[in-house]
Protein backbone atom coordinates (compact mmCIF):
# COMPACT_ATOMS: atom_id res chain seq x y z
CA UNK A 1 0.00 0.00 0.00
CA UNK A 2 1.30 3.60 -0.93
CA UNK A 3 1.35 6.60 1.89
CA UNK A 4 -0.83 8.42 -0.07
CA UNK A 5 -3.53 5.27 -0.03
CA UNK A 6 -2.54 5.21 3.57
CA UNK A 7 -3.12 8.96 4.41
CA UNK A 8 -6.37 9.10 2.73
CA UNK A 9 -7.66 5.89 4.56
CA UNK A 10 -6.32 7.39 7.55
CA UNK A 11 -7.84 10.48 7.56
CA UNK A 12 -11.28 8.84 6.55
CA UNK A 13 -11.43 7.73 10.02
CA UNK A 14 -11.16 9.86 13.32
CA UNK A 15 -7.33 8.92 13.78
CA UNK A 16 -7.11 6.56 16.25
CA UNK A 17 -5.63 4.75 13.22
CA UNK A 18 -2.53 4.04 11.32
CA UNK A 19 -1.82 1.67 8.49
CA UNK A 20 1.33 -0.82 10.37
CA UNK A 21 2.41 -1.68 6.54
CA UNK A 22 3.37 1.67 5.40
CA UNK A 23 4.47 2.56 9.02
CA UNK A 24 6.99 -0.26 8.59
CA UNK A 25 7.72 1.08 5.01
CA UNK A 26 7.99 5.15 6.50
CA UNK A 27 10.44 4.63 9.21
CA UNK A 28 12.18 1.16 7.58
CA UNK A 29 14.28 3.41 5.09
CA UNK A 30 12.42 5.70 2.67
CA UNK A 31 14.43 8.52 4.14
CA UNK A 32 12.35 10.80 1.91
CA UNK A 33 9.19 9.90 3.11
CA UNK A 34 10.80 10.19 7.21
CA UNK A 35 11.71 13.80 6.05
CA UNK A 36 8.08 14.75 4.79
CA UNK A 37 6.42 13.49 7.99
CA UNK A 38 9.37 15.09 9.85
CA UNK A 39 8.28 18.29 8.49
CA UNK A 40 4.55 17.60 8.41
CA UNK A 41 4.57 16.68 12.29
CA UNK A 42 6.95 19.94 13.16
CA UNK A 43 4.04 22.35 10.99
CA UNK A 44 1.21 23.21 13.03
CA UNK A 45 -2.09 21.71 12.37
CA UNK A 46 -4.02 24.37 14.09
CA UNK A 47 -5.41 26.52 11.31
CA UNK A 48 -7.41 23.26 9.86
CA UNK A 49 -8.63 22.61 14.22
CA UNK A 50 -9.76 25.81 14.09
CA UNK A 51 -11.66 25.71 11.00
CA UNK A 52 -13.39 22.59 12.46
CA UNK A 53 -13.94 23.94 15.76
CA UNK A 54 -15.44 26.90 14.97
CA UNK A 55 -18.88 26.42 14.58
CA UNK A 56 -19.16 25.08 18.29
CA UNK A 57 -17.29 29.04 19.34
CA UNK A 58 -13.76 26.91 20.05
CA UNK A 59 -15.66 24.25 22.66
CA UNK A 60 -13.98 21.33 21.79
CA UNK A 61 -16.05 19.14 23.92
CA UNK A 62 -19.56 20.46 22.51
CA UNK A 63 -17.63 19.76 18.64
CA UNK A 64 -16.65 15.77 19.98
CA UNK A 65 -20.77 15.64 21.22
CA UNK A 66 -21.80 16.37 18.54
CA UNK A 67 -20.22 14.16 15.88
CA UNK A 68 -20.67 11.49 18.66
CA UNK A 69 -24.78 11.85 17.99
CA UNK A 70 -24.55 12.57 14.23
CA UNK A 71 -22.00 11.56 11.66
CA UNK A 72 -19.76 10.06 14.39
CA UNK A 73 -22.69 7.76 15.99
CA UNK A 74 -23.46 6.50 12.42
CA UNK A 75 -19.85 5.80 11.60
CA UNK A 76 -19.07 4.21 14.91
CA UNK A 77 -22.37 2.54 15.48
CA UNK A 78 -21.01 0.21 12.29
CA UNK A 79 -17.35 -0.54 13.27
CA UNK A 80 -18.44 -0.95 16.98
CA UNK A 81 -21.08 -3.75 15.06
CA UNK A 82 -21.13 -6.97 13.82
CA UNK A 83 -22.95 -6.07 9.69
CA UNK A 84 -20.94 -6.14 6.73
CA UNK A 85 -22.05 -1.89 6.33
CA UNK A 86 -18.39 -1.47 6.94
CA UNK A 87 -15.51 -1.10 4.75
CA UNK A 88 -11.63 -2.51 4.83
CA UNK A 89 -10.41 0.29 7.35
CA UNK A 90 -13.20 0.03 9.27
CA UNK A 91 -13.40 -3.60 9.39
CA UNK A 92 -9.58 -3.56 10.56
CA UNK A 93 -10.64 -1.03 13.21
CA UNK A 94 -13.55 -3.09 14.32
CA UNK A 95 -10.81 -5.62 14.60
CA UNK A 96 -8.38 -3.55 16.73
CA UNK A 97 -10.55 -2.58 19.01
CA UNK A 98 -11.98 -5.67 19.59
CA UNK A 99 -9.10 -7.05 20.84
CA UNK A 100 -8.17 -4.19 22.88
CA UNK A 101 -11.65 -4.94 24.76
CA UNK A 102 -10.74 -8.96 24.63
CA UNK A 103 -7.51 -7.87 26.44
CA UNK A 104 -9.55 -6.47 29.15
CA UNK A 105 -11.33 -9.29 29.72
CA UNK A 106 -8.83 -11.42 29.80
CA UNK A 107 -7.05 -9.37 32.35
CA UNK A 108 -10.31 -9.67 34.61
CA UNK A 109 -11.58 -12.92 33.99
CA UNK A 110 -7.25 -13.82 35.02
CA UNK A 111 -8.24 -12.62 38.25
CA UNK A 112 -11.46 -14.28 39.12
CA UNK A 113 -13.76 -11.58 37.53
CA UNK A 114 -15.51 -8.83 38.70
CA UNK A 115 -19.07 -10.60 39.97
CA UNK A 116 -20.73 -8.21 42.27
CA UNK A 117 -18.32 -5.55 41.57
CA UNK A 118 -18.41 -2.03 40.69
CA UNK A 119 -17.42 -0.94 37.82
CA UNK A 120 -17.45 2.79 36.03
CA UNK A 121 -17.26 2.97 32.07
CA UNK A 122 -16.55 6.04 30.99
CA UNK A 123 -16.90 7.21 27.20
CA UNK A 124 -18.39 3.77 26.88
CA UNK A 125 -19.41 4.06 23.34
CA UNK A 126 -21.78 1.53 21.87
CA UNK A 127 -21.00 -0.75 24.92
CA UNK A 128 -18.21 -2.92 23.36
CA UNK A 129 -16.83 -3.29 26.94
CA UNK A 130 -19.69 -2.33 29.46
CA UNK A 131 -21.78 -5.12 27.93
CA UNK A 132 -19.15 -7.56 28.75
CA UNK A 133 -18.71 -6.61 31.91
CA UNK A 134 -22.34 -6.70 33.24
CA UNK A 135 -23.11 -9.88 31.76
CA UNK A 136 -19.83 -11.57 33.64
CA UNK A 137 -21.80 -10.03 36.83
CA UNK A 138 -20.68 -6.51 37.70
CA UNK A 139 -22.37 -3.76 38.22
CA UNK A 140 -21.95 -1.39 35.43
CA UNK A 141 -22.13 2.45 35.06
CA UNK A 142 -22.06 2.92 31.48
CA UNK A 143 -21.88 6.90 30.15
CA UNK A 144 -21.03 8.77 27.40
CA UNK A 145 -21.01 11.77 26.36
CA UNK A 146 -23.47 11.10 23.25
CA UNK A 147 -26.71 10.60 24.56
CA UNK A 148 -27.00 8.55 21.21
CA UNK A 149 -24.13 6.39 21.96
CA UNK A 150 -25.43 5.49 25.92
CA UNK A 151 -28.90 4.48 24.13
CA UNK A 152 -26.84 2.68 21.56
CA UNK A 153 -25.35 0.39 23.98
CA UNK A 154 -28.52 0.34 26.21
CA UNK A 155 -30.06 -0.94 23.51
CA UNK A 156 -27.33 -3.83 22.68
CA UNK A 157 -27.37 -4.77 26.24
CA UNK A 158 -31.10 -5.40 26.02
CA UNK A 159 -30.37 -7.70 22.94
CA UNK A 160 -27.39 -9.20 24.10
CA UNK A 161 -29.74 -10.69 27.08
CA UNK A 162 -32.51 -11.72 24.66
CA UNK A 163 -30.19 -13.80 22.43
CA UNK A 164 -28.92 -15.68 25.44
CA UNK A 165 -25.55 -13.95 25.58
CA UNK A 166 -25.41 -14.39 29.07
CA UNK A 167 -27.16 -14.09 32.51
CA UNK A 168 -28.72 -10.98 33.32
CA UNK A 169 -26.68 -9.31 36.60
CA UNK A 170 -27.97 -9.06 39.98
CA UNK A 171 -27.62 -5.20 39.68
CA UNK A 172 -29.19 -3.76 36.30
CA UNK A 173 -26.49 -2.01 34.57
CA UNK A 174 -26.96 1.75 34.16
CA UNK A 175 -26.44 3.56 30.74
CA UNK A 176 -26.63 7.58 31.21
CA UNK A 177 -25.72 10.14 28.49
CA UNK A 178 -23.46 11.93 30.97
CA UNK A 179 -19.68 13.73 29.79
CA UNK A 180 -16.83 11.51 31.98
CA UNK A 181 -16.43 14.78 34.35
CA UNK A 182 -20.04 14.61 35.00
CA UNK A 183 -19.63 10.91 36.80
CA UNK A 184 -19.76 10.85 40.41
CA UNK A 185 -19.57 8.23 42.76
CA UNK A 186 -17.01 5.12 44.11
CA UNK A 187 -16.54 2.18 42.23
CA UNK A 188 -13.92 -0.58 42.40
CA UNK A 189 -12.86 -0.26 39.10
CA UNK A 190 -13.31 2.46 36.55
CA UNK A 191 -12.29 1.67 32.63
CA UNK A 192 -12.04 4.51 29.93
CA UNK A 193 -11.38 2.86 26.37
CA UNK A 194 -9.84 4.96 23.72
CA UNK A 195 -11.71 8.18 24.77
CA UNK A 196 -8.39 9.95 25.46
CA UNK A 197 -7.81 10.74 22.09
CA UNK A 198 -10.56 13.62 22.02
CA UNK A 199 -8.44 15.29 24.95
CA UNK A 200 -5.17 17.38 23.93
CA UNK A 201 -2.76 17.45 26.43
CA UNK A 202 -3.26 19.94 28.87
CA UNK A 203 -6.75 18.30 29.59
CA UNK A 204 -5.49 14.81 30.25
CA UNK A 205 -4.13 15.60 33.60
CA UNK A 206 -7.25 16.38 34.45
CA UNK A 207 -9.16 13.89 32.88
CA UNK A 208 -7.01 11.07 34.64
CA UNK A 209 -7.60 12.95 38.35
CA UNK A 210 -11.30 12.46 38.02
CA UNK A 211 -11.01 9.18 36.80
CA UNK A 212 -8.57 8.40 39.64
CA UNK A 213 -10.57 10.08 41.83
CA UNK A 214 -13.62 7.57 41.14
CA UNK A 215 -12.14 4.42 41.58
CA UNK A 216 -11.20 2.39 44.59
CA UNK A 217 -8.93 0.45 43.56
CA UNK A 218 -8.33 0.21 39.79
CA UNK A 219 -8.27 1.66 36.49
CA UNK A 220 -8.22 0.71 33.14
CA UNK A 221 -7.83 2.80 30.08
CA UNK A 222 -5.89 2.78 26.75
CA UNK A 223 -5.21 5.83 24.23
CA UNK A 224 -3.62 6.60 20.71
CA UNK A 225 0.90 6.35 21.84
CA UNK A 226 2.68 9.25 20.55
CA UNK A 227 5.69 7.94 19.24
CA UNK A 228 7.05 9.78 16.11
CA UNK A 229 6.20 7.10 13.82
CA UNK A 230 2.49 7.62 14.96
CA UNK A 231 2.74 10.85 14.83
CA UNK A 232 4.24 11.28 11.18
CA UNK A 233 1.51 9.01 10.11
CA UNK A 234 -1.31 10.90 12.06
CA UNK A 235 0.30 14.15 10.26
CA UNK A 236 -0.19 12.77 7.24
CA UNK A 237 -3.83 11.70 7.30
CA UNK A 238 -4.40 15.32 8.47
CA UNK A 239 -3.66 15.96 5.04
CA UNK A 240 -6.27 14.58 3.91
CA UNK A 241 -9.61 14.96 5.09
CA UNK A 242 -12.07 12.60 5.04
CA UNK A 243 -16.17 13.46 4.39
CA UNK A 244 -17.39 12.65 7.68
CA UNK A 245 -14.35 13.66 9.39
CA UNK A 246 -14.67 16.47 12.09
CA UNK A 247 -13.16 16.20 15.55
CA UNK A 248 -9.22 16.51 16.13
CA UNK A 249 -7.25 13.60 17.72
CA UNK A 250 -4.55 13.63 19.83
CA UNK A 251 -2.09 11.11 20.81
CA UNK A 252 -0.25 10.94 24.28
CA UNK A 253 3.29 10.24 25.54
CA UNK A 254 3.12 7.15 27.55
CA UNK A 255 5.59 8.74 30.43
CA UNK A 256 2.80 11.73 30.17
CA UNK A 257 0.23 9.52 31.23
CA UNK A 258 1.93 7.34 33.35
CA UNK A 259 3.14 10.35 35.40
CA UNK A 260 -0.41 11.67 35.77
CA UNK A 261 -1.56 8.04 37.26
CA UNK A 262 1.20 8.56 39.46
CA UNK A 263 0.15 11.61 40.67
CA UNK A 264 -3.24 10.58 41.05
CA UNK A 265 -1.73 8.14 43.77
CA UNK A 266 -1.97 4.74 40.83
CA UNK A 267 0.73 2.82 40.12
CA UNK A 268 0.63 0.90 36.76
CA UNK A 269 0.72 -2.78 36.61
CA UNK A 270 -0.42 -3.77 33.10
CA UNK A 271 0.34 -3.46 29.77
CA UNK A 272 -0.53 -4.04 26.16
CA UNK A 273 -0.62 -2.64 22.95
CA UNK A 274 -2.99 -3.29 20.34
CA UNK A 275 -1.71 -2.61 16.71
CA UNK A 276 -3.76 -3.83 13.32
CA UNK A 277 -3.23 -1.68 10.17
CA UNK A 278 -5.65 1.29 10.52
CA UNK A 279 -5.80 1.06 14.63
CA UNK A 280 -3.21 1.50 17.28
CA UNK A 281 -4.15 1.42 21.21
CA UNK A 282 -1.99 1.20 24.96
CA UNK A 283 -3.91 -0.09 27.67
CA UNK A 284 -2.87 0.14 30.96
CA UNK A 285 -3.97 -0.77 33.97
CA UNK A 286 -3.24 1.67 37.38
CA UNK A 287 -3.54 0.02 40.55
CA UNK A 288 -4.13 2.45 43.69
CA UNK A 289 -1.30 2.42 45.73
C1 LIG B 1 -13.66 5.88 20.03
S1 LIG B 1 -15.11 5.79 21.01
C2 LIG B 1 -14.74 4.53 22.25
C3 LIG B 1 -15.99 3.95 22.88
C4 LIG B 1 -15.80 2.87 23.93
N1 LIG B 1 -15.01 3.33 25.06
C5 LIG B 1 -15.19 1.64 23.34
O1 LIG B 1 -13.96 1.45 23.47
O2 LIG B 1 -15.92 0.88 22.71
C6 LIG B 1 -14.97 7.26 21.95
C7 LIG B 1 -16.20 7.53 22.79
O3 LIG B 1 -15.85 8.52 23.74
C8 LIG B 1 -16.96 9.36 23.92
N2 LIG B 1 -16.47 10.62 24.50
C9 LIG B 1 -15.66 11.54 23.94
N3 LIG B 1 -15.40 12.53 24.82
C10 LIG B 1 -16.06 12.22 25.96
C11 LIG B 1 -16.19 12.85 27.23
N4 LIG B 1 -15.59 14.02 27.50
N5 LIG B 1 -16.94 12.26 28.18
C12 LIG B 1 -17.56 11.07 27.92
N6 LIG B 1 -17.49 10.44 26.73
C13 LIG B 1 -16.73 10.99 25.77
C14 LIG B 1 -17.55 9.48 22.52
O4 LIG B 1 -18.87 9.92 22.52
C15 LIG B 1 -17.38 8.06 22.01
O5 LIG B 1 -18.51 7.26 22.27
Not at 206 to 224: C, E, N, P
Not at 270 to 276: N, Y
Request: net charge neutral; charged share 25%; with cysteine.
Amino acid sequence: MTVATTSAAMASEIAQTADAGSLTFAVGGVGAVVGLGALLVATDPQKRRSEQMASFDGDEKEAVKNYFNTAGFERWRKIYGETDEVNKVQLDIRTGHAQTVDKVLRWVDEEGGLQGATVADCGCGTGSLAIPLALRGATVSASDISAAMASEAEQRYQQALAAGQGRAPKVAPKFEALDLESVKGKYDTVTCLDVMIHYPQDKVDAMITHLASLSDRRLIISFAPKTLSYSILKRIGELFPGPSKATRAYLHREEDVEAALKRAGFKVTKREMTATSFYFSRLLEAIRE
